[in-house]
């Protein structure tokens, strides 16, 4: 485990993931115990949730469920971030967009037909 970030600023907007992390996340996220944890950590909201609408006092109820909404709100963006992350590593494993793998952008049927075949409609 890495030590937590020093400074006066510690959530810095400007973290970047080299080619080196981004292919190790995209590794770990193919892996079972990444399902494993994703898995545990949606339980553990919904158990957090289910205490703050069982919580005895009405602020403290408010107080956890703003909580919740926080470790939702931070799991959300994680999940986003990775399935992001995945994404652009997957593009960049595929090859596209060389000369031996062009790329070839999907049109919508009113576009894809090439001024040679639009002579012969």
């Known amino acids: 485990m890495i030590k937590p970030s020093e400074?006066?600023?510690?959530f810095k907007p400007t973290f970047k993931l080299?080619?080196?992390k981004l292919g190790i996340m995209s590794a770990a996220v193919k892996q079972e115990w990444f399902d494993i944890l994703q898995q545990?950590?949606?339980?553990?909201?919904?158990?957090?949730n289910i205490r703050?609408?069982?919580?005895?006092?009405?602020?403290?109820?408010?107080?956890?469920?703003?909580f919740v909404k926080a470790a939702s709100m931070f799991y959300s963006g994680i999940m986003?971030?990775?399935?992001?992350?995945t994404a652009i590593d997957a593009y960049?494993?595929?090859?596209?967009?060389?000369?031996?793998?062009?790329e070839v952008p999907s049109y919508v049927d009113e576009f894809a037909?090439?001024?040679?075949?639009?002579?012969?409609i």
């Open 7 to 10: 400074g006066v600023n510690v």
């Open 18 to 20: 080299d080619d080196r």
């Open 40 to 48: 545990m950590m949606e339980e553990e909201i919904r158990l957090m």
């Open 52 to 66: 703050a609408i069982n919580a005895d006092d009405e602020e403290e109820q408010v107080r956890l469920l703003r």
């Open 80 to 85: 986003q971030h990775i399935a992001e992350i």
């Open 92 to 102: 960049n494993q595929s090859g596209v967009g060389n000369a031996n793998n062009p």
């Open 113 to 120: 037909t090439t001024p040679a075949e639009e002579s012969t």
